[in-house]
């Protein structure tokens, strides 16, 4: 499928919500009527990094925001972050790995705020980098539990939900899932996984469910420094191929999330969006 242009994901964030800073950890006031007010949003893996960005991002935008992780005490303070500013956002302790877990989570959801219009199905982990026949089979089948297998549960229990809302879904996928890179083959296999089941659910739910992945390049989030110290490198020689010589932000990551999930993007399914300063695959 052809990648929408990134100039029409530019325009497109002229009209987003007001994000939510991630870097001073301050609470961020709600706007009155914001653009997903009366919305329900999910957000797995929203302990951190882009999940805890778009976890405020939303609330701050007037959603209802459930999210998960498995660090609870992170989650309670994303959770009181959120209802300090004003926002409403609920942590349920979960583990993407374990279907129950999923299952129990978009119920608790479903239960609590009435419905669910969206989802970002973000969480993920890596790995210390490694050639394929040093990597452990343990860390292997972690990296495809977690970043595939954790999406594809989210979308079976979310799904029969956001097609009687007729929502949206986006995928955390990544730029490791579109360019092959040595060293790290579980985590390429399970992002390149992610833009291909991404891409089967838009084909299947796409009368009433819009499904569409993000890639993001290198972003400045706590898997970002375990990179710089795993791989022995600085922010500028990782960023060296993007034409924009930097690293991305959680907060812009967020604006592109909320536009594919607001009625800007309606038309937009299928696909996977680059955000990653012009670095091409």
């Known amino acids: 499928m052809i990648d929408i242009e990134r100039r029409d994901v530019l325009a497109g964030l002229a009209s987003s919500a007001v994000i939510a800073s991630t870097t001073t ?24 990094g882009i999940g805890r960005a778009t976890v405020q991002a939303f609330a701050a935008a007037g ?42 989570f978009v119920a608790a959801t479903v239960e609590r705020y009435g419905g669910l219009d969206v989802a970002f199905n973000n ?18 089948d972690d990296l495809v539990a977690t970043n595939l297998r954790g999406v594809f549960l989210a979308m079976k229990y979310e799904l029969p ?6 929502g949206a ?28 089941l991404t891409r089967t659910a838009a084909q ?14 290198a972003v400045e989030t706590p898997m970002l420094e375990r990179v710089r ?17 930097r690293a991305g932000t959680p907060a812009e990551i967020a604006a592109v999330v909320m536009w594919l999930t607001g009625a800007e ?5 299928g696909q996977v969006i680059g955000i990653d300063g012009g670095d091409l695959p």
């Open 161 to 166: 939900h956001l097609v009687r809302s007729r």
């Open 229 to 245: 110290r795993d791989w022995k490198v600085t922010t500028e020689q990782l960023v060296a191929p993007y034409p924009m010589q």
């Open 25 to 48: 950890g301050t609470a961020q006031s709600v706007p009155a009527g914001g653009s997903f007010t009366g919305k329900t949003v999910i957000v797995t893996g929203g302990t951190s």
């Open 204 to 217: 299947e739910y796409g009368k009433s469910v819009r499904i569409n992945a993000i890639a993001p390049g």
């Open 265 to 269: 993007a309606s038309y937009v399914s």
């Open 63 to 104: 959603a209802r925001v459930a999210f998960n992780g498995r660090r609870e005490a992170l989650g309670r303070e994303v959770e009181a972050l959120v209802r300090a500013a004003g926002g409403e956002a609920t942590y349920v302790r979960s583990d993407v790995r374990v279907a129950d877990d999923m299952q129990r």
């Open 169 to 196: 879904i986006i995928n955390m996928a990544s730029i490791g899932g579109r360019h092959a890179f040595p060293n790290i083959a579980g985590y390429s296999v399970s992002k390149a996984g992610v833009i291909h």
């Open 123 to 140: 969480a993920g982990i890596d790995y210390p980098p490694a050639p394929i026949a040093d990597t452990t089979i343990e860390s292997y």
